[in-house]
């Protein structure tokens, strides 16, 4: 890995963003492009880097080590994936967690046949939060973990109030309940039901001469989303909301109880906790560790489609095994 | 691996009987028994597990998958470990970071000319420390890491004061500094020194009639140890040494905070910790994961030295890479 290693970007929201602006603080690496499905002509990068159609993007198989796919789960990424994995190395992170093996098979299918490298499910969760999980579970065969989310802004929360008649603008913060952590770090080992482990917190613009009354009812019943928690609705105005609401920040914790000795009689618990002022620009950091990794397994000829759980820890790192050994070990 | 994984254990102190307890919670691993160098007869396993002689291990190299060697890093490691990896696949947890380049090549050496495989420095730190390091290091470049431990009990220390004239008995607890802790969290990316990070509390049992002031005077500027740090030093009785410092707690954190953004002006926190009630077991929870996937690698032709950083994550779960993922990532 002496030449710097080319990176292009598949979608240019908050994640493409984050990745373009990430490639600066990696010298190994070299951004290429931002290809989009919008008129290349009609956006600009942060940095100035070219911007391409993505309906031209085979054209540079030959010019591109890892491709990032930053595209959205729900409908994005189940097409996308496999199929720029038939060209190019690729990443990203598709986060519905029940269809990952049905994604898995399909990126798989397409990387493992055109002897590319594929990673899919990559970020901080599913990502950093899964190796935790996998370490702990490990460490620990006898005992619990408990994964929490927030204080932070959940995308797909605001998207679905945002739905709703009348709203015009809405941010939802997804919040730890401070209780429920504290008995999971105290080993107590409880079982918590979903509105014991986090609340939701609604900040909402909604139109002029709207129904607030019928908003936050709506909101509080919406199946899935916010039934099954407590949840806070307050209404803002759009100037406060610009003031107060830009950020998407984001974090949480995976702890895992557990217990060793003769009798069990020795507990330990496990922390890795995340606090984020910016989901996407450090979900963007951790695709970028994961490309140098999957393009260096693709130059050993190890093709097909990997998690998070398949990287060697030093393939993440620029430095030489002897200076990880020297330095962090 | 539908067949059991053989484990034997090379040194029976207090890390080799917390093996001889985790195999138990690893349904996959069966342990083939406990090699001493004191006399086999006189050493009883709690577990019931048979006791060889150290000297008869060689014997053993058919019937055992991975060699866990329980000495100490100061003389033991050095000289067991890479005689041990001639015939075994071996895992130690060297812990003297400066002879860490050594100790990989002689062992190197030694497991790759006999198609074996090792594991050295494996543990919490070195070991899931390193690993938080590294995954850290990676996917925030632009940043600063802090690695503090404790409250817990440096046996390392302990011994020291037991040296010392006058003392019958000795217990050092690290403890690190609550304000040092806070502002890294916080993110002010302090300057630390020595003393500022940890203090150190000393609770000796001394010898009827010693000069307990001279020996508070010999600790408190014993250098290395403990001239650069602020230390407590408390007499007690041997009764209270039994009843309150019997057990082996640690533990520690490691955090990592830096920057992303146009301006860097997104800040970022993560941090690992680990609260254990005992150092020995957990540790050796920790060595039988990575037995795991050094068995495996073995299984695969890739011998030599390796340390945590090489292993796949996945190499070290009982569950199958599809069972992973649909559980833990």
Request: hydrophobic share 40%; with cysteine; net charge negative.
């Amino acid at each position: 890995m002496n030449e710097e290693m080319k990176i292009a970007i598949y979608g240019y929201g908050n994640l493409g963003r984050g990745v373009e602006l990430g490639v600066r603080q990696n010298p190994d690496m070299e951004l290429v492009g931002v290809f989009t499905r919008r008129d290349p002509q009609a956006v600009k990068t942060l940095t100035g880097v070219p911007v391409y159609a993505a309906e031209d993007v085979e054209k540079f198989a030959e010019k591109v080590d890892v491709l990032i796919i930053c595209g959205g789960s729900a409908s994005d990424l189940p097409v996308m994936t496999p199929a720029l994995a038939k060209c190019f190395n690729v990443i990203d992170s598709f986060d519905t967690h029940a269809r990952i093996p049905e994604h898995f098979a399909n990126v798989d299918q397409a990387a493992a046949g055109s002897c590319h490298t594929a990673l899919i499910s990559a970020g901080w969760d599913p990502g950093l939060f899964s190796l935790a999980r996998l370490y702990m579970n490990c460490v620990l065969p006898e005992g619990k973990d408990y994964t929490f989310w927030g204080r932070g802004v959940s995308q797909g929360h605001s998207d679905a109030i945002r739905r709703i008649p009348g709203v015009k603008d809405a941010r939802q913060y997804t919040v730890p309940v401070p209780e429920a952590l504290e008995r999971v770090r105290a080993g107590e080992n409880p079982e918590l039901t979903t509105r014991q482990k986090h609340t939701r917190e609604c900040y909402v613009v909604a139109e002029d001469g709207a129904d607030t009354a019928l908003i936050e009812k709506q909101i509080k019943e919406m199946p899935n989303y916010f039934a099954d928690y407590d949840t806070a609705v307050t209404f803002i105005t759009e100037a406060e909301m610009k003031r107060d609401h830009m950020e998407l920040p984001h974090g949480g914790q995976v702890i895992r109880t557990g217990a060793t000795g003769q009798e069990n009689g020795h507990h330990h618990v496990m922390e890795f906790s995340l606090k984020l002022d910016s989901n996407p620009e450090f979900t963007a950091s951790v695709l970028l560790a994961c490309a140098r990794a999957i393009g260096r397994m693709h130059g050993r000829g190890i093709y097909g489609c990997k998690t998070v759980f398949d990287l060697a820890p030093a393939d993440l790192s620029p430095l030489s095994p002897e200076e990880i050994r020297a330095h962090l070990l």
